[in-house]
């Protein structure tokens, strides 16, 4: 599901991907600029590939068929003279460094590039190498990442510096099986590292990507079936490799990646302002709208849950979930999965919350995730004192604390960010509707 090259003046870049990735849609840019098919080569700008028209005389012999090879190329060329004026300047744009490439490409998975930023920017400033970052203590690392979500991506990003810092000597290495080997790294991580990086013909397909080529080539497909994916990573493959003597293969890949993001969007793509619409076999048949193919997704289950957030003076009772299930490694308030506190309670005494606390509900929020919606009413109490906890919390916690909410520098969810707000809550009294 995520952009770093040089910027246009043969800037290098710095995130494998983004120029936007499926992560994330920014808005127009005012400098993208209507290509005029009569546009005089002499302008000294790239044109777009043109669609080759028969000839209308009569006798006249039937035009050759247009080379392949050729439209790739005209393709590529075409894509990196847009790239080079209207490429939004991005922090991993501005450098050529494998590790912040990776970085910003793990960060924008699923994300929106202008959330990603000040995450990347923070990051990297507190962890400036592989070996930092390595060397750094997971609840760290979890703590500067607490709010971006998908917390999985950053116990797995430190688990792989770890690897890379033991069996590569700090530096994330050049050949792709290698960076196929750690952990968390796919096939388009390693082509945005390669590419971008290391000036590599290595395709990526991420969500911008597989939009763009579907229409170009007019993919049919499914793009998230086997045989649709397959066809995307040809494609991707055929061009980047093919344009890799003209065109910078980094450069290129980005540029992809950039037009899914700015105009070649999901709805209303703004053909006129693409500078590879001669090329478009969806433009050419008037199915821009039609193309890509996506099965449309199952509808995601409802899970109920109850949350308890246990206060005595400025300390709430908090509660560490195991890694490698979800919101692994991360502190919240024990929530346990319940229609009702009353039906909660015997599940909460067995994560920490002791049975004479004074419980009651307060609020309820809604969290959605990629595969369930959670439903957590939320339950309040007031103590005395701490309590000490028992020997063994059932799973999925393995360990509690009394910590102040406003002094956090673990990692902390987003959901267990909403409950807390639903517990301290001016009108907490009273239950509010799922919001």
């Not at 991993?92 to 970085?103: K, N």
């Amino acid at each position: 599901m995520s952009t770093t090259s040089r910027p246009p003046a043969r800037k290098r870049a710095g995130a494998d991907q983004r120029p936007a990735r499926s992560r994330a849609s920014a808005g127009e840019d005012d400098q993208a600029r209507q290509r005029s098919p009569r546009r005089r080569a002499s302008s000294g700008e790239q044109r777009s590939p043109r669609r080759r028209a028969s000839s209308g005389e009569q006798g006249a012999p039937p035009p050759a068929a247009p080379d392949p090879g050729e439209r790739d190329r005209e393709i590529a060329a075409a894509l990196e003279a847009w790239f080079g004026r209207v490429a939004r300047d991005l922090p991993w744009r501005r450098t050529r460094d494998p590790y912040a490439i990776w970085l910003s490409e793990v960060m924008l998975q699923q994300t929106r590039v202008e959330t990603v930023i000040p995450y990347y920017e923070r990051f990297l400033a507190r962890y400036p190498t592989v070996f930092a970052l390595a060397s750094a203590e997971i609840d760290d690392v979890l703590s500067l990442w607490s709010g971006l979500g998908y917390y999985r991506r950053a116990r797995v990003l430190h688990l792989a510096a770890r690897e890379v810092t033991s069996r590569h000597d700090g530096a994330l290495p050049r050949d792709v099986s290698a960076l196929l080997a750690l952990p968390g790294v796919g096939a388009y991580t390693a082509g945005a590292i390669a590419s971008i990086a290391y000036d590599q013909p290595v395709p990526l397909v991420d969500g911008n990507v597989a939009r763009v080529l579907s229409r170009i080539e007019g993919i049919d497909d499914d793009i998230r079936s086997a045989s649709g994916t397959r066809k995307l990573w040809s494609t991707a493959e055929r061009l980047v490799r093919g344009s890799a003597d003209s065109v910078h293969p980094g450069r290129f890949n980005q540029a992809l990646m950039e037009l899914g993001a700015t105009v070649c969007t999901p709805r209303n793509p703004r053909c006129d302002a693409c500078p590879v619409d001669g090329a478009c076999v969806a433009r050419a048949a008037g199915r821009q709208a039609e193309l890509p193919v996506i099965a449309p997704k199952r509808d995601v289950p409802a899970v109920a849950m109850v949350a308890a957030v246990v206060r005595s003076g400025d300390r709430v009772l908090f509660v560490r979930r195991a890694e490698g299930g979800l919101f692994g490694g991360l502190w919240e308030p024990p929530m346990v999965e319940a229609r009702s506190l009353a039906d909660a309670r015997a599940l909460l005494e067995l994560v920490g919350v002791t049975r004479d606390a004074a419980l009651r509900e307060v609020g309820r929020v809604r969290h959605i995730l990629t595969h369930r919606r959670l439903d957590v009413t939320v339950a309040r109490a007031e103590v005395a004192a701490p309590w000490r906890f028992r020997a063994k919390l059932a799973s999925p916690y393995e360990k509690a604390a009394w910590l102040d909410p406003g002094a956090l520098d673990i990692g902390v969810s987003k959901l267990a960010r909403k409950v807390l707000s639903a517990a301290s809550a001016p009108d907490a009294g009273t239950a509010r509707r799922p919001r």
